[in-house]
């Protein structure tokens, strides 16, 4: 069983809408969840980060986090063509942090 | 721009060569950490140095080995790869706070190529 899992994608959503990208994990005792962004050939950078139980918004992204059914969500709103990249979930346990495989999102105009 | 600083950028070695990555942060962080990211695949923890300790995933072949000189530094040092060996290795630093890990911010990376 994957760690961390994330549906590959590709999601494509228009201009404007709301993208849904969603991260399942194994380890119960995982403390500390991200969302990274990543550009293709360029390094992953954090987009937001949850350590406890519901929403926590930013601008126009939101993390939702729900321990008991080990699930961590990413909404987009507004989405804009610059959102186009690879979805990283990141997922700490521990010492170290796992990577899901990434969702590639496009968001078309 | 980040704070995590990586060099060099890019290098091509051959499967005989000795090199070294370098990966330098200015922010405090206390752990320290090397990825490998393959093309289209999410990165892949290699060492992580932490409160002075090295942790290493096991599945890391030897001919990768890591030196903290410094608690802002971190080294990957190279020798004797492969061409699999090739791929993006990341640099990243974050602050721990207790038993909670914060927020990784990753270098720009060093596009290995083995030849």
């Known amino acids: 069983q994957k760690e961390v899992e994330q549906n590959s994608g590709p999601l494509s959503v228009p201009e404007g809408a709301i993208a849904s990208l969603n991260c399942t994990y194994s380890d119960r005792g995982s403390q500390s969840f991200f969302w990274y962004r990543q550009y293709s050939g360029k390094s992953p950078e954090l987009i937001m980060f949850?350590?406890?139980?519901g929403d926590k918004e930013d601008g126009r992204f939101t993390a939702q986090l729900n321990k008991a059914s080990q699930y961590v969500s990413l909404l987009i709103r507004d989405s804009q063509p610059s959102d186009s990249a690879t979805y990283l979930c990141?997922?700490?346990?521990?010492?170290?942090?796992?990577f899901g495989a990434g969702t590639r999102l496009t968001v078309k105009p | 721009d980040t704070e995590v600083t990586q060099t060099p950028k890019h290098l091509v070695m051959g499967m005989t060569n000795k090199k070294s990555l370098k990966c330098e942060q200015h922010?405090?962080?206390?752990?320290m950490y090397w990825y490998k990211q393959k093309a289209k695949k999410p990165p892949e923890l290699m060492f992580v140095y932490s409160y002075e300790k090295l942790s290493i995933n096991e599945s890391v072949p030897s001919r990768f080995s890591p030196e903290c000189p410094n608690s802002s530094l971190l080294n990957l040092h190279l020798h004797a790869l492969q061409p699999e060996d090739s791929a993006l290795y990341l640099c990243?630093?974050?602050?721990?706070?207790?038993?909670?890990?914060?927020?990784?911010?990753f270098g720009q990376g060093t596009r290995l190529t083995v030849v």
């Open positions: 949850i350590y406890s139980n």
């Open positions: 922010m405090g962080h206390r752990a």
């Open positions: 990243a630093s974050s602050q721990e706070s207790g038993r909670r890990y914060a927020e990784a911010f």
């Open positions: 990141a997922v700490i346990a521990l010492l170290d942090m796992r």
